[in-house]
């Protein structure tokens, strides 16, 4: 057994991918473990670069898109570590953050998952935790402008703008981009709901960490570089599909875990946002306020919405900017 499994899910990645990797052999040496790297078909050479550059990883090549859930399902079924990381491929290990976290679980018996701090490449803080969902901070932090939503008490809460990462803290939903969990804890279930392909795995990863009666910290001294937004999946056309993805992830969410009222009330409300913002789009452009980008981007994220969500045609991107 090792003492770390590290799964990375890729998808037209590759610059960013060798940075990781690298940071990862370069910086970690007082501990056991083996790396995945799941290629969710790229076509920008990643897996021949993986395979090339870094024969020690075990490579796992899909023939399509599958996701960030599913990609991770793939690997945890052949982890065989103490502890499982998901990593993204745009994030790069700073020292021994890892042998940090390790050591963080061996000695808090109680603690589920830990993650670490992360940061921008210039190394100032990158503030990216938050605290479960609820009704009312989804209404305020998205149906608001962000001047006023960061002013509320419920925005506040859920983006945890008033806590101190000084220290080591309480979160419960630290980012996907690096989360350390004990393996043992999905021994008999999926590791990821892959009804959750792309947003809101890793909230509903954490929420049953917690539903398990563990806990989550996030240690400041455990730094991790964040490339946030490089990870190649929100390029060209594809940010079309992941903003309509992230709408109809969140409200599939709320109806695992808060019911299906408010997940349908949900759904009405954000359904008449996208009609309102295209409403706007529209006239803007024909008073000549909006251009013609800006018009159709936003007729075409309302169609791809309805479509997938009610139409249920939920398919993932194939290629990069396709």
Known sequence: MYDLSIIIVSWNTKDLLRKCLSSIYYNTDKLTFEVFVVDNASQDGSPEMVEKEFPQVSLIKNKENFGFARGNNQGFLQAKGKYVLIL?????????????????????????????????????FQRYYRRFPAFSSMLTTWFLPRSLAHKLKPTRAYLMLD???????????????????????????????????????????CRRIYEKGEKIFVLPYARIIHHWGKGGSEQGKNSLFLSAEYFISMIDYFAKYEGVVKADLLRILISLGFFIRTLVFSIGYICRVKNKEEFKYEVARFHIFLWRKYVFKRKLPKEKGG
Not at 113 to 124: E, H, K, L, N, Q
């Open 88 to 124: 993204n491929p745009d994030t790069e290990v700073v020292n021994d953050a890892l042998l940090k976290m390790v050591k963080y679980l061996d000695s808090n018996k109680e603690v589920g998952a830990v993650s670490g701090r992360f940061i921008y490449p210039d190394g100032t």
């Open 163 to 205: 806590d101190d990462f000084e220290r080591i803290i309480e979160v419960p939903q630290p980012a996907g981009a690096c989360i350390m969990a004990r393996r043992k804890l999905f021994l008999e279930e999926d590791f990821m709901d892959e009804q959750f392909p792309i947003f809101f795995g890793d909230v509903d990863l």
